[in-house]
């Protein structure tokens, strides 16, 4: 089953479970969030195309009211047992439409002979 981040309670990214064909999943520990501030190489500045403008440093990140599920991975009704509606699949692809810089994913430099295989599982 998946597992789903959301910020300000829109999804912005799904986990999805495919250790049964060979993709590493979080399943044995609770999973946790980090944050970091890049220095703006070029694979996170769509090769350079995304200006980092300098004078707005320092940057600073921070996490505010944040909470976590207490579910167990396996227990049932928990997050792991959740998938994203058609709303929620929406909101997601709206949020990543307007947001998301950067994808993995679609980064040929960094992945010449193909994407990992958790992206292009259904």
């Known amino acids: 089953m998946p597992c789903s981040v959301l910020v300000d309670g829109t999804p912005i990214r799904e986990l999805k479970n ?3 064909r060979g993709v590493a999943y979080p ?11 890049w220095n703006a190489e070029d694979w996170a500045t769509q090769g350079g195309r995304v200006k980092t403008d300098w004078s707005l440093a320092p940057f600073v990140a921070q996490y505010r009211n944040f909470t976590a599920t207490t579910s167990s991975p396996g227990a049932g009704g928990g997050y ?3 998938e994203l509606d058609a709303t929620a699949q929406q909101a997601m692809k709206w ?20 994407s990992p295989p958790e992206c292009y599982m259904p």
Request: hydrophobic share 30%; proline share 3%; with cysteine.
């Open 27 to 37: 399943s044995w520990q609770r999973m946790r969030l980090y944050g970091s501030l």
């Open 95 to 114: 949020a990543r439409d307007k947001y998301m810089v950067y994808n993995y994913c679609a980064d040929s430099a960094r992945f010449p002979y193909g």
């Open 80 to 82: 792991y047992d959740q």
């Open 18 to 20: 495919h250790a049964d």
